[in-house]
């Protein structure tokens, strides 16, 4: 089973930024597209970005323009740049996998997070 591990929320405020970082614990990781999501509090955890293997990204809507995802097969990492952050980005960030049926590849890490205040 392969281990997400994410890592370089912390606290800012509004209009700040920070990069978050997910380490895959196998090279597997390069097959795989992989996803950022997050869980604020009292709310279900939602997909804010994703990547193929190849690089092909998209966002959630509440997002674009502010949040990069990117990746390096090498480091079996994936980044989430987020830049101007609202209040509204707090939660919890997590990332992981899914497969061709859209299930979830992996169990879920410890997740990163991040707090935005005004």
């Known amino acids: 089973q392969v281990q997400l591990v994410e890592s370089g929320g912390g606290k800012v405020q509004a209009g700040g930024s920070l990069r978050l970082s997910c380490v895959a614990s196998?090279?597997?990781?390069?097959?795989?597209?992989m996803d950022w999501y997050r869980q604020a509090p009292g709310k279900q955890r939602v997909m804010v970005a994703s990547?193929?293997?190849?690089?092909?990204?998209d966002y959630f809507d509440s997002v674009k323009g502010r949040v990069s995802i990117s990746r390096d097969n090498a480091k079996n990492t994936v980044y989430l740049q987020m830049n101007s952050l609202k209040p509204e980005d707090t939660a919890q960030y997590y990332c992981?996998?899914?497969?061709?049926?859209?299930?979830?590849?992996?169990?879920w890490g410890q997740g990163t997070q991040v707090t935005v205040s005004s």
């Open positions: 990547i193929t293997r190849d690089g092909t990204t």
């Open positions: 992981n996998s899914r497969n061709s049926a859209n299930e979830l590849r992996f169990n």
């Open positions: 196998d090279s597997i990781f390069r097959l795989l597209n």
